[in-house]
Structures are given as structure tokens and as C-alpha cells.
């Protein structure tokens, strides 16, 4: 799903953001009271930007996990960070001379809560809210997270991801719709449509068959992953300009995606294995994140949950002109 970008630079947008967010929890089928939690969690996300770091902005949208919906909110800023996480999240306690009660309340009312920060670099945080207990469903051998923001100016994204599993082995698919707006959205549509029908095929037979599906649409470029972290090993196969590289042990690696765009020329597939050890990161994007980026430049982030490794490069290298896509995978295997 796309996710909203609600902006917070000055005090209209608290209640903008907040109003936004409830529509969306409401149409999701949210109740008064579990729409009520959504509503202060995020009045307090967005107060805390506005007291700590003068502006940032929340990503809000749906997240699917063992048969149930809920809502997933990234906040991001560039402000002065937080000096000490623990002692923020205990109420009462403040550096902007206000109650203190912002992360305290927000880890309280979320599902799951995490934070990154940096001194003098700024914040990212991601929580979830559910409307009702649910089963914590996790992928198979992997923590996933992904997140798809559209253009700015535009209401859906010409990106789209994909994460399906059975059996030990999970298929990843990252397609971006050539350009942006409702014909892009529609090329990555068709594109993820075919990856889910037929996802037990291997990557370089599904990059084939998008690239017959896409000729009626605008195409598109697109990564396909198979991975079998039990094993400990991976396949990849890209057209056109999706970024993709594994991390492990200090290393990194790149995956090469061949030149064309499905659906109108073509010249080359080809499949690559690689290593996925345990504890690897797999981590691949749209153009519209920049690619110069390197996760020492974010000391302790290689460790966290892929949400906020997502967010933080999001934060960081979204190129603002064009949709902008991350999804991060750990190999959780042992």
C-alpha cells in the first residue's frame, strides 16, 4: 500500500495529520475508541516534531500480519536527536519544557515501537496500532518491512512490492511503473499481479513472463528475489534501474540488474545466486532513492529492525521527483 505522507511544519498540520490518519484508520475498520488511539498517538508524534526538531514528517498506511489489518506510521525528522531514549520514554521527563509525555504515550499505545536516533542528525521512529489482538505472524526465516511513498503531487505510486512465502522459500518483488501517476501504478499492478500467480517459478522465468504481461501497459523495471534463508542462499534477477545489495559481516554486495524496461525492450536475462547467510540484510530500492548511501554513515542501524533501516535511507536519500520505494529483509535463520 502507498503510504500517506503527512508533513508536520508548523500547528495546523498536528491537526491535519491527525484527521488524515483517523479517515484512514476508519475506513480500515477501526472502532471510535481504537480510531481515538490513533488520533493521539499520532497528535503526539507530530507535537514531539514540531517541540523537538521545528518540523519532519509521518508516513501512515496499512500493514497486513496473521490475518488481520492494522495501521504502521513512520516519523521522521533531521533535528538535534534524542541524548537519551530510555529516560525519554519515561513520562515526565523533557527536554523541550513540556509534560514529556510524547514517547512514553506512543510506545503505550502501539503494538510495536522502535526508534533510531543520532545526535545532531535527527530521528526515525516506527509503531504500529491494531485494532485487535491479532497473531504475530512473522515471515518465514526473515524480518521484512517495506515502505512505498508516491510523488509528491501524486495520489498513488507507480511503485509496488511484494512478499510472498511457503515451504521455506520467500519471493521478493520490487517493480517501478515507468514514470509515475495512475498509467505507472497500473504497469506495477499487472507486474506484481503476475509475480503472485506465479511466484514458485524461479526469478529469471518471472522477470520472462512480466515482460510479456507489461507490453500492454507503459512497462516497468523490476528486481525479483528468491530466497531460502534456512539454507542460507538466494537468487536474483533484475531489468532496469531497482537498486539491490546484500549485507553481511561487514561486507556488501551488489546485485546486477541487465539494461531495458519489461514490456518494450529487453535484451538479456540472467539469474544470480548468492550467499544469504544468517543475519544478512538484502536491502533494495526504486530510483527514487539516491544510491549513494552507506550504512556505516549510521552507526548501530545495521542491527536494528528493517522498518527503521528502511526509514532512515528513506529519510536521508528520497530524491523528492519521483516515487521512492525500500524494502529491507533480514535473514532470521539460524
Known amino acids: ?14 491537526a491535519e495529520a491527525r484527521r488524515e490518519a483517523v479517515e484512514l484508520a476508519t ?10 488511539r490513533v488520533a493521539l498517538a499520532v497528535t503526539e508524534a507530530a507535537t514531539n516534531l514540531l517541540k523537538h526538531a521545528q518540523r519532519g514528517e509521518i508516513l501512515a498506511g496499512c500493514i497486513a500480519r496473521g490475518g488481520a489489518e492494522g495501521m504502521e506510521f513512520y516519523v521522521l525528522d533531521r ?12 513520562d515526565g521527563m523533557s527536554s ?16 510495536r515501537f522502535d ?7 535527527g530521528t526515525v521512529m516506527h509503531f504500529e496500532i491494531w485494532p485487535r489482538p491479532h497473531d504475530e505472524v512473522s515471515s518465514e526465516g526473515v524480518d521484512a518491512a517495506a515502505l512505498c511513498v508516491a510523488k509528491p503531487g501524486e495520489e498513488v505510486a507507480g511503485d509496488a512490492w511484494l512478499l510472498r512465502e511457503a515451504k521455506g522459500r520467500l519471493v521478493v518483488l520490487l517493480v517501478d511503473g515507468l514514470g509515475h501517476g495512475p498509467d505507472a501504478a497500473a504497469a506495477a499492478a499487472t507486474a506484481r499481479k503476475f509475480v503472485w500467480d506465479h511466484w514458485d517459478d524461479e526469478p529469471a522465468e518471472l522477470v520472462e513472463g512480466m515482460h510479456q504481461a507489461l507490453k ?7 528486481a525479483v528475489v528468491a530466497l531460502k534463508p534456512a539454507t542460507h542462499v538466494g537468487a536474483y534477477c533484475g531489468v532496469g534501474n531497482i537498486a539491490c545489495s546484500v549485507h553481511a559481516a561487514g561486507a556488501s554486495r551488489s546485485l546486477v ?4 524496461t519489461l ?26 532513492i539516491g544510491t549513494r548511501w552507506d550504512l556505516g554513515a549510521y552507526p548501530g542501524l545495521e542491527s536494528r529492525s528493517p522498518a527503521l533501516i528502511a526509514a532512515a535511507l528513506y529519510r536521508d536519500h528520497e530524491r523528492g521527483r519521483d516515487d521512492a520505494t525500500v524494502a529491507v529483509l533480514r535473514n532470521a535463520s539460524v
Not at 27 to 36: N, R, S
Not at 216 to 222: E, H, I, N
Not at 257 to 260: K, W
Open 1 to 14: 500500500m502507498t503510504l500517506l505522507r503527512l508533513p508536520v511544519e508548523d500547528a495546523s498540520h498536528v
Open 27 to 36: 475506513g480500515l475498520g477501526f472502532d471510535e475508541v481504537q480510531a481515538g
Open 79 to 90: 533535528g538535534p536527536g534524542i541524548a537519551d531514549v530510555a529516560a525519554s520514554l519515561r
Open 96 to 111: 523541550a519544557g513540556s509534560a514529556g509525555i510524547g514517547l512514553g504515550a506512543l510506545s503505550r499505545l502501539s503494538s
Open 115 to 121: 526508534v533510531y536516533t543520532q545526535r545532531g542528525k
Open 216 to 222: 500492454s501497459t507503459r512497462g516497468a523495471a523490476a
Open 257 to 260: 540488474s541487465h539494461n531495458g
Open 263 to 288: 514490456g518494450y525492450n529487453m535484451r538479456k536475462i540472467q539469474e544470480f545466486p548468492f550467499p544469504f547467510p544468517a543475519g544478512a540484510l538484502l536491502i533494495a530500492h526504486s530510483d527514487g
